[in-house]
């Protein structure tokens, strides 16, 4: 099945068999990045480096530029009218800020989902067979294979697939970010990319996505901005504070929750500010 | 302290609600006097007008006699037009619309092309009729056949179709589109498959209300020289042709007192054809009208 779908990366696999006792490789390294926004200077000298098949929380107050980063990531900010940058960001080894390298190519590695649930007015089958068939799968039988597995892989399949005919639009607002997860799955991504996922949802449905990231990580690298700082502590394996643009602190989770490096991180999750 | 005196508050009630009911009643009269209008219109219109108005009307030619003229010719001739002017309108329109919202850089250059565009919309439709005669009877020797008028009349009504389309698009929310380009769709994919099919129903309302625009005109093809009297139909796209109001138009202007009545009779095909076109817009807009 595999071979006609879009392809995971064999080594990654193999990577992922020694993970538990190597260290884990690196699916991006941020190296002195910058963007402006025509003059506003929004990242200042970002330096990161992020793993594969973890959870990285990205947080900080609003305007911090955490967003931002993430949707530099996968080079959404480009559609951000004069938006400019310096600086590298490789994933797996290639530089994607660097001319030439193929946006639409970066993305099919690079899945992401978004603050508010944004499914196509389409129905639940064609929302997810959406990505697969933009990349030239054709074949019916392909298409319900990949469908099924997405849609169980982000734990919606048996919700919906008595109807997978029916408009998305009439799934409640978690279902549907569900279905943009299993929609972003589709197309078998390398790195998931979450810009506040649960922001516009219940705390019910919160919980099942964040059950869902940790099921998710065992095969993805996930990148995820959040407001909520319990939910940083709850899903993430390592966390980057954000402040005015700059990176404050990154480290592990549970170090940077428990026993902060910098004053203004402590400030910031303990809630003085922000 | 209170700083709001109750009593003042109720002595000032009444000359408030007072002022309520007299602009309520005024923007209502407004109203009525638009239907009264429109009303006394198609009274006399269909009064005058329904005598002359039944099968024989429809399949006669033009005649000298006033029992046996008929709206054939003008409404074939109509037929041709809109059969010009549709495809011409909605490849340009559309492309435009889709350049300017999709592609387009915002900026300068974009910015004067929106203006124009929107001032071409209020050029008088005579203007139309003169470059017409210019460029496509005159210049490219084209004569006062169907393709002449239908590329005159598609310039017409171009900026209609163009900003109702732009409308269209740019109500498609952005989320859609970024879901779309997040999984590496390329930009002509997203359009195809993610803003078309939510733009449709706005662009085809735009259109109809665009052709319907352009078989009500009639400024633009008297200065072509369309002819006021045409006794066989057109066979292809470059034949003399002439459409409804034109017929209309030759009728009014017969001294004798029947043919007004059979001009009537002309007025209630084209307001039928018009209304029947404008039905379908609001149809469409309303069965595929979708929330986001």
Known sequence: MNTTMVKLNNQQNQTAANAESQRKEAVYHTKDLNLWYGTNHALKNINLEINEKEVTAIIGPSGCGKSTYIKTLNRMIELVPDVKTSGE?????????????????????????????????????????YGPKIHGIKDKKILNQIVEKSLKGAAIWDEVKDRLNENAFGLSGGQQQRLCIARCLAIEPDVILMDEPTSALDPISTLKV????????????????????????????????????????????????????????????????? | ??????????????????????????FMAATIFALLVLGILLYRVITQGIGYLDWQFMQGLPSRNPEQAGVKTALIGTVWLMAVVAPVTLFFGVGTAIYLEEYAKKGKFTTFIQVNISNLAGV??????????????????????VIAAGLTMSLLVLPIIIVSSQEAIRAVPKELREAS????????????????????PGILTGGILALSRAIGETAPLVVLGLPLFLAFLPQSVF????VLPMQIYNWTGRPQEEFHAVAAAGIIVLLTLLIIMNSVAVYIRNKFQKRY
């Open chain 2, 181 to 200: 380009y997040g999984m590496g769709a390329t930009k002509w994919q997203t359009i195809l498959r993610v803003v078309m099919p939510a733009a449709i």
């Open chain 1, 210 to 274: 964040e059950e869902l990231v940790q099921e998710l990580k065992k095969e993805y690298s996930i990148i995820i901005v959040t407001h909520n700082m319990q939910q940083a502590a709850r899903i993430s394996d390592k966390t980057a504070f954000f402040l005015n643009g700059e990176v404050i602190e990154y480290s592990e989770t549970d170090q940077i929750f428990s026993n902060p490096a910098d004053q203004r991180t402590e400030d910031y999750i303990t809630g003085r500010f922000g």
């Open chain 1, 89 to 129: 960001i490789k994933y797996r080894g290639r530089n994607i800020l660097q001319k030439g390298y193929g946006v639409e190519e970066l993305r099919t590695k690079v899945g992401m989902v978004f603050q508010k649930p944004n499914p196509f007015p389409k129905s639940i089958f064609e929302n997810v067979a």
């Open chain 2, 124 to 145: 008088p439709s005579i203007v139309f009729g003169l470059l017409g005669l210019t460029v496509f009877v005159r210049a490219l020797s084209l004569g006062t056949s």
């Open chain 2, 239 to 242: 034949d003399m042709f002439t």
């Open chain 2, 1 to 26: 302290m209170k700083l709001i005196n109750e009593s003042t508050i109720l002595r000032r009630m009444k000359p408030r609600l007072i002022k309520n009911l007299v602009f309520k009643c005024l």
